[in-house]
């Protein structure tokens, strides 16, 4: 079944569907993503022109600050072709009566309904600028709020949701996933508008162009730290290069020490042959002195520096204000305006500042190529991201925002004024992790932090 036809029966194609049609015929998959986004959105303003209101579909209730897609009604044609084809006869063969054609009229029709190069470059200029706002949004939405779940689980999860039912009502993945959407509207409030355009292919043809984004500013991120950190501090031996990764990582004393799990001592020598030789496997749970301020863990006050490390603040820097924000340490220095200021971003976000660790944390290990860790030899970093936002959700609504106001006064303050290694994934160190017992204390903390004291009760 055509797919003009399937989802936009009506209105008469024009020349530059036309042309874009013909060239969804010979792309690849990615390159039909962009194309199919033009097209919906032009057949769309063509079904309006047609019909008016009879060509829009019908949308169930829409939350007045989340916009969700509509269901996806088929609308009645006017047209009597009950397949609902466009009436355009084919070029060069017959008009809409069926008498043939002359050879003069044959090739008057044929330099009538043939798109020109000029809607062909067009079309495909459009098609580009469209694809690159969706890899943008992508971009910056895995740098700020999800690093890593599927975009059709979280598009298709926003669009079901039952606005009615409560969040207790759902598993706390499904709110997670849920409240990203959100997020992902925040910051891209046209996406309903154009799923609901492309139809029940939407979640997918978006996801791939959204992800295409997400994939593509993970890499330039982590280069651009690797080529970046020995700027931030110095290393002695030298930060190895890619081609010399094998050096990296434990095999490195600046660079294990930042790396090493806070339950170990990286003076211990056996701890670092450990370490180095793999008979020591440290786990996503096991943090790394990397987190924390000046490397120092206290074990009396896991949260105490908890994630005011200033290396991670300068790769914050580098990757939401720019290069020259990390030298100066401060946001009014860069430039240009930077990934946060593209997008109207002013303050620092929890899956920002893991975001920005896990980057971080990659760059400094000895590891290939840097995934999610689902591959063989692979450290399972999806698994470092979430753990890091797991302990954040923990801390009680106090922590949680002294924290994030630590973090925005040292990348937005002049702003605000002015206005692995390569090892099987193992199961952790032995007992019970740092991880662990942080995530069992913020909850004790908050506990205690959410209880209103006698005091306030009496008020």
């Not at 399937?6 to 049609?21: C, E, K, R, T």
């Not at 019909?51 to 829009?56: A, L, P």
């Not at 109207?344 to 999610?372: C, E, K, N, P």
Request: glycine share 8%; charged share 25%; net charge neutral.
């Amino acid at each position: 079944m055509d797919m003009n036809s399937d989802l936009f029966p009506s209105p008469p194609m024009s020349p530059i569907l036309l042309a874009i049609g013909s060239q969804m015929c010979h792309s690849n998959d990615k390159n039909q993503d962009r194309i199919t986004i033009t097209m919906a959105r032009s057949s769309k303003a063509g079904h309006k022109d047609h019909h008016g209101d009879r060509g829009r579909s019908r949308s169930p209730r829409r939350h007045s600050s989340h916009p969700r897609r509509g269901q996806h009604g088929r609308p009645t044609s006017r047209d009597s072709n009950s397949s609902g084809r466009s009436q355009v006869p084919p070029p060069g063969s017959s008009d809409a009566s069926g008498k043939r054609r002359s050879p003069e009229e044959n090739s008057e029709a044929k330099d009538d309904d043939r798109p020109t190069s000029k809607f062909k470059k067009a079309t495909t200029a459009e098609a580009e600028d469209d694809a690159s706002v969706f890899r943008s949004k992508g971009a910056i939405f895995g740098r700020y709020v999800d690093m890593w779940t599927s975009f059709p689980k979280i598009l298709d999860t926003g669009i079901t949701r039952d606005l009615d039912e409560s969040d207790e009502q759902y598993t706390h993945d499904e709110n997670t996933t849920y409240y990203s959407y959100v997020e992902l509207v925040r910051l891209f409030p046209q996406l309903p508008i154009e799923m609901d355009n492309i139809g029940l292919k939407g979640s997918a043809v978006c996801g791939r162009l959204l992800n295409d984004g997400r994939k593509t500013a993970r890499s330039r991120d982590v280069y651009g730290v690797k080529d970046n950190i020995s700027k931030w501090r110095k290393f002695d031996p030298p930060f190895p290069g890619d081609k010399e990764r094998h050096r990296s990582g434990f095999h490195h004393d600046l660079c294990g020490m930042l790396l090493c799990p806070t339950a170990l001592d990286w003076n211990d020598p056996k701890v670092r042959e450990g370490l180095r030789q793999h008979t020591i496997i440290a786990g996503p749970e096991d943090l790394p002195l990397l987190l924390y301020a000046n490397e120092q863990f206290i074990a009396t006050d896991m949260f105490a520096g908890f994630l005011k490390n200033m290396l991670l603040v300068q790769a914050y820097f580098h990757i939401f204000i720019g290069p020259k924000a990390a030298l100066s340490g401060d946001s009014e220095s860069s430039a240009r305006a930077g990934n946060a200021a593209l997008h109207g971003i002013s303050s620092v976000s929890m899956a920002s500042i893991a975001y920005v660790a896990t980057i971080v944390r990659f760059v400094l290990s000895s590891q290939a190529s840097f995934g999610a860790g689902d591959r063989a030899g692979q450290w399972p970093y999806r698994m470092f991201f979430r753990q890091i936002m797991s302990i954040t959700e923990q801390m009680g609504k106090r922590s949680r925002k002294a924290l994030l106001q630590w973090w925005d006064e040292k990348i937005y303050a002049s702003t605000k004024n002015g206005l692995d290694e390569n090892s099987s994934r193992g199961t952790g160190l032995p007992g019970t992790s740092v991880a662990a017992q942080m995530m069992a204390a913020a909850a004790a903390a908050a506990a205690r932090e959410d209880t209103p004291s006698s005091d306030e009760g009496d008020q």
